[in-house]
C-alpha cells in the first residue's frame, strides 16, 4: 500500500483507497510492528493528504492511522525515537477539520508522556497545540488533550516553558480558565496532585528565578 503511494504518479482513485486501507489495517495491533518498520509510512500519509487536500475524510483516515499506532502503549517507545511521528501528525492536524483535530491532540498527548518525545513536540508541535486551544468550539476534551499535553511539556521541558510564553500561552491560560469544565480539570478539588498548579509553577520561574 505504501510502496502505491510512493509511485512516480499515483492515482487520485487509488492514493484515496490506500488511505482507506491503511486505516483499516491500522485498527488491528498486529499490524503495528509491521507498520513502524516502515520509514516511508509517514511520508505516504502527508503525499495522500497533500494530493486530496479538499477531501477532509481521506485526511481523516490518514489521521486516524498516526492515532491508532499511538494508541496503542507499545508503540510509543519507538515512536518516540524519531520527530517522523510528531511532525506527521501536526501536517494532519493543520490540514484537517475538526474531526481530524480531535484524534490528532489525542495522539500528541499520549506521545507527551515520553520524555525522548518531548523535544520533538517542543520543535514541532507546540504552537499547533496552542493554536488548537485557541479554536472556538472545540470539544472540552480536546482542550483538555491540549492541556495535557503542555503540562506533560512544561513540567519536564524548560525550553518548552520558554517557547510556550513566547507562544502567549499566559492569555490563552487565563481565557480557558474562565471554563468551569477546563477549570474543574486544571485545578480540581481534594487532588493529591494538580495539574494546574504545576503548570502555573513551572511557567512564573520564566519570571520569577528560583534562587539557588
Aim: aromatic letters at 6%; one cysteine or more; charged letters at 20%.
Amino acid at each position: 500500500l505504501v510502496g502505491q503511494v510512493h509511485a512516480h504518479s499515483p492515482n487520485a482513485e487509488l492514493t484515496r483507497a490506500c488511505a482507506a486501507a491503511l486505516r483499516n489495517v491500522s485498527c488491528v495491533a498486529r499490524s503495528h510492528p509491521g507498520m513502524l518498520a516502515l520509514p516511508t509510512l509517514v511520508p505516504a500519509l502527508i503525499k495522500i493528504c497533500e494530493l486530496h487536500a479538499d477531501e477532509p475524510e481521506v485526511i481523516d483516515d490518514c489521521g486516524d492511522v498516526l492515532f491508532h499506532l499511538t494508541d496503542n502503549a507499545d508503540n510509543r517507545d519507538d515512536m518516540s525515537t524519531t520527530g517522523d511521528y510528531t511532525d506527521g501528525i501536526v501536517q494532519i492536524i493543520n490540514r484537517g477539520n475538526a474531526k481530524t483535530r480531535v484524534r490528532g491532540m489525542r495522539a500528541l498527548c499520549q506521545l507527551s508522556r515520553h520524555r525522548r518525545s518531548q523535544a520533538f513536540l517542543v520543535e514541532e508541535a507546540i504552537g499547533t497545540i496552542i493554536a488548537v486551544l485557541g479554536m472556538p468550539q472545540v470539544p472540552t476534551d480536546t482542550r483538555i488533550d491540549a492541556l495535557k499535553s503542555l503540562t506533560n511539556l512544561v513540567v519536564c521541558n524548560e525550553s518548552a516553558r520558554e517557547a510556550t510564553v513566547k507562544l502567549n500561552i499566559v492569555t490563552e491560560l487565563a481565557r480557558l480558565l474562565k471554563v468551569r469544565s477546563t477549570f474543574a480539570y486544571f485545578f480540581p478539588l481534594n487532588a493529591r496532585s494538580c495539574s494546574g498548579f504545576s503548570f502555573v509553577h513551572y511557567l512564573s520561574t520564566l519570571f520569577h528565578p528560583v534562587r539557588k
